[in-house]
């Protein structure tokens, strides 16, 4: 890629029907073969101008203060030059032109914006097989926790990409713990919203990713199993309804197998063979890791 030749050049100029005195301090930026000036609003004495140097001469309190002004509107070009190439943007003096005047002609990218046409783009995968629908639901929850959150933070429809930062995930945290969910709740939500926020940063819409150094730690839940006894007492009791039934017999097979609701909800009768051993087995593939896991029936024919 060829790097065209930045410059910046401060001038001054006659102002219409000048005679004597100060003259128009300008700045000339130059950008390849393309130029653009701009009246920086001061004027200042012909005499103790360098022209070479494009600043005021002297240590008087006049000069001082220009100058200061002028390297401040000189670090500004530059850094508007660099967020233009960052963005990914094509450079031009009118754009630098633009961002230093503070006009943004293009659309800014908005967060929900964003977020809503990942989801209906994740929609179509789940419809091919690419996505779990649990996986989809999630993110949908997801958008609707950050809906609320900016309707309840800032009272608005919706936020620019481009001002997001640290203090506001720091704050969408401190909601979601406060009036949404709990804390493993919250971090998953956050996990989600995290996967939004760096598509935005691989495709130039965010310069910074307001994640770097934010901590999702997730903490450790005790999790208790069931003794022999508790579930013999389970597969003994008679229920009233054939739902509660149904739903005792399906938590049972689970805890047998190991297999976790989702496989179970789309196990099929083919998929009961009958193994080395002789004995029947499971043959199927996991649906969060799509890989085959066989799993030994119980001996007790419980199920089968």
């Known amino acids: 890629m060829v790097t065209k030749r930045f410059s910046l050049l401060f001038r001054l100029k006659k102002p219409r029907g000048y005679e004597k005195g100060n003259m128009l301090v300008y700045m000339r930026i130059t950008f390849g073969s393309e130029r653009t000036e701009l009246s920086v609003n001061r ?20 000069a001082r203060a220009l100058n200061t002004y002028r390297d401040t509107l000189q670090l500004k070009v530059h850094e508007a030059h660099r967020e233009l190439i960052e963005a990914k943007e094509e450079v031009t003096v009118e754009m630098l032109k633009n961002k230093l005047q503070g006009k943004d002609f293009k659309k800014a990218k908005m967060l929900l914006e964003v977020f809503l046409e990942h989801n209906q783009q ?82 130039g819409w965010l310069l910074r990713d307001p994640f770097l150094g934010y901590k999702l730690p997730k903490r450790e839940v005790e999790r208790h199993f069931l003794m022999d006894e508790e579930l013999q007492a389970i597969i003994d009791k008679q229920f009233s309804t054939e739902r509660l039934t149904l739903v005792r017999d399906v938590f049972i097979f689970c805890c047998f197998t190991g297999l976790a609701y989702v496989d179970v909800k789309k196990l099929k009768r083919r998929e009961i063979r009958i193994g080395i051993d002789g004995k029947k087995w499971l043959f199927i593939k996991r649906q969060k890791t799509n890989t085959p896991s066989p799993v030994p029936l119980p001996s007790n024919n419980i199920f089968f």
């Open 122 to 203: 994740m929609e179509e995968l789940v419809q091919k097989g690419e996505y779990a629908k649990g996986t989809k639901f999630r993110f949908e929850t997801a958008y609707r926790h950050t809906k609320d959150f900016l309707n309840a933070k800032y009272d608005v429809e919706d936020f620019p990409i481009s001002s997001l930062n640290y203090a506001f995930i720091s704050d969408f945290e401190f909601y979601l713990k406060s009036e949404v969910c709990a804390h493993n709740s919250a971090v998953k939500y956050l996990g989600n919203f995290k996967k939004i926020v760096l598509n935005c940063v691989r495709r």
């Open 43 to 62: 004027q200042f004495d012909p005499w103790r101008w360098n022209k070479k140097a494009g600043r005021a001469s002297g240590t008087k309190e006049d």
